[in-house]
């Protein structure tokens, strides 16, 4: 080995030991290694909420935030194209004999013959959006306070 070669290796060995020290105290915020794969949530936490009809709305965050739902939707079919049970009481025909929230307007759109309001296909899938919650610690604690006071 020569002499610049030798300089090089020392040099390349100073920087990784001091690194390593430098490196040392710090740690991810959800404390594992940045390549480590996520540790899995507790299994099997409910959802909150019980039958629709006898909740509350959940107060909204910001204005245009799809609201959370707030009664149960374990059994619920999955939506498909032939079925979707949300339709069966928050649809325009169906909201006032079940006594539910109408969906908003921005769902709505005229069949093609234009006699009446469906609900539009980019709208049809509704748990993209609305989503059931449940009783999560936050992983980071935080301090956000929404815009919008609660709707009753
Ligand atoms: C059996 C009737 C029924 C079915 C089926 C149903 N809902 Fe509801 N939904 C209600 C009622 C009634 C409310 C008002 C709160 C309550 O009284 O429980 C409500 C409230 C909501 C709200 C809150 C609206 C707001 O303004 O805060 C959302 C969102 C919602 N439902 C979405 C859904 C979705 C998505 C589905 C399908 C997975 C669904 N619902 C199926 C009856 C129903
Ligand atoms: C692309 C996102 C999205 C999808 C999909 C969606 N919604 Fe919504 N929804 C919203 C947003 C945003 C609002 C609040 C503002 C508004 O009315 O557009 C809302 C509002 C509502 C409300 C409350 C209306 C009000 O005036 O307070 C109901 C009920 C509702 N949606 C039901 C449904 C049902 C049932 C479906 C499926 C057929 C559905 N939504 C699909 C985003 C969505």
Same mark, same amino acid.
Do not use: W
């Given at each position: +080995?020569? %002499?610049?070669?030798?300089?090089?290796?020392?040099?390349? =060995?100073?920087?990784?030991?001091?690194?390593? !020290? $430098?490196? *040392?105290?710090?740690?991810? =915020?959800? *404390?594992?290694?940045?390549?480590?794969?996520?540790?899995?949530?507790?299994?099997?936490?409910?959802?909150?909420?019980?039958?629709?009809?006898?909740?509350?709305?959940? !107060? %909204?965050?910001?204005?245009? @935030? &799809?609201? =959370?739902?707030?009664?149960?939707?374990?059994?619920?079919?999955?939506?498909?194209?032939?079925?979707? $049970?949300? /339709?069966?009481?928050?649809? /325009?025909?169906?909201? %006032?004999?079940?006594?539910? &929230?109408?969906?908003?307007?921005?769902?709505?759109?005229?069949?093609?013959?234009?006699?009446?309001? +469906?609900?539009?296909?980019?709208?049809?899938?509704?748990?993209?959006?609305?989503?059931?919650?449940?009783?999560?610690? &936050? /992983?980071?604690?935080?301090?956000?306070?929404?815009?919008?006071?609660?709707? @009753?």
């Amino acid at each position: +080995m020569n %002499r610049t070669v030798k300089a090089a290796v020392a040099a390349t =060995l100073v920087a990784v030991v001091f690194g390593c !020290a $430098q490196y *040392g105290g710090v740690s991810t =915020l959800r *404390g594992a290694d940045v390549a480590a794969s996520d540790k899995a949530p507790e299994t099997s936490k409910e959802y909150e909420g019980k039958k629709p009809g006898l909740q509350k709305p959940i !107060a %909204r965050t910001f204005s245009t @935030q &799809p609201p =959370l739902v707030p009664h149960a939707v374990a059994n619920f079919d999955e939506i498909t194209v032939a079925e979707n $049970q949300c /339709l069966e009481c928050h649809s /325009l025909e169906n909201y %006032r004999k079940k006594n539910a &929230p109408k969906m908003g307007d921005t769902h709505l759109v005229f069949s093609k013959d234009g006699t009446k309001k +469906m609900v539009t296909m980019d709208r049809y899938q509704c748990n993209t959006c609305h989503v059931p919650q449940v009783d999560a610690k &936050p /992983l980071v604690e935080n301090t956000f306070v929404g815009n919008v006071a609660p709707k @009753q």
